[in-house]
């Protein structure tokens, strides 16, 4: 569930001998390099990114212990293998066994395992040494956020500014993967590049949406991704960002701002009556470009008493907020939206990233907005 992968281990059981299972992966054609081949192990560069991929075969008694073992993270798995040795056991990837005499206690599914150490099964997603032991101890881990229960996607763009379909096709794609509802939020005017709404033609959108009246078989709620400018202000007047149903301000511009008044600037922000979600928070892109420094706490503390929701960004190239920010915004008592940023049909099937980084931040479905039926949402968004 991590932003960015080293490489990858794949982990295989079952009827076949382990050097079939072996002589297949050896011949995948996108290795690029075999780095090692061993009775049970094979290693490999694949593809042109030259990601290492190491295939483990293993006997069915030991697949629950490796596949905790290789899950991680390292931190977890030591404090992990801590706790057995207090407990006078010991723990590897072949299996959990007594210290004394080597008898094996557990090993063939995760659950067994934890179980045998007095925790209840961690979600990898929290495997983090970050409470989850003591909260699995004390039977206190969250029941966590899953996609089946987000019920829409409330940020997306069209071909009305820079996006590669139409509302019209956006909404067959949402409807395709089961969405109650979609919020149209092409970008404002201040993004000239991707010929953004200017309030004229915004206000014209939101009353071409509310003429669709469910005929496009999913809910369209009216909505903008509102530049937030560099004084705080909102890219368009008040009375255009009333006529529309989802207002997303987020920031495109002047993003090294010394770190005071890029949070007086979102601070201002957040006083627009009609802003209803921060979107990308921190503006980062994983590998590209660092988060811009802002006072996070100061932030999210006005975020909760003014009830802006917090955007959790699926895009793979953002999953922004990050997981600790979110579960430090979470201890303020903010909530928040787990959106797409679709540019394109295929881009809506993201949600799953949002929901891995939600996941990662101790999320449960209570925190999340679309995680509601569309008639309860407009009114959850904070309007004047």
Known sequence: GRETVGDLDLLVTG???????????????RIEEMLARGENKASAKVGRER?????????????????QYFTGSKDHNVAVRTRAVRMGLKLSEYGLFRAADETRVAGETEEEVYGQLGLRWIPPELRENAGEIEAAEQNRLPELVELRQLRGDLHMHTTETDGRASLEEMAAAARELGHEYIAITDHSKALAMANGLDERRAVEFARRVRGFDGSLGVRVFSGLECDILRDGRLDLAADALAELDVVIGSVHSHMNLEPAEMTDRLLCALECP????????????????????FDFERVAAEAVRRGVFFEINSSPERLDLGSNLIRAAKARGARFVISTDAHHPRHLQSLRYGVITARRGWLAPADILNTLPAGELRAALRRP
């Open 15 to 29: 009827p076949a001998a382990a050097g079939a299972v072996l002589d297949r992966f050896a011949a995948f054609p």
């Open 274 to 293: 009609y802003l209803g979600i921060l979107g990308h928070p921190t503006g980062r892109i994983l590998t590209q470009r660092e988060p811009y420094p």
């Open 51 to 67: 990601i290492q991929v190491d295939v483990r075969a293993l006997p069915r008694e030991s697949f629950g212990a490796a596949l």
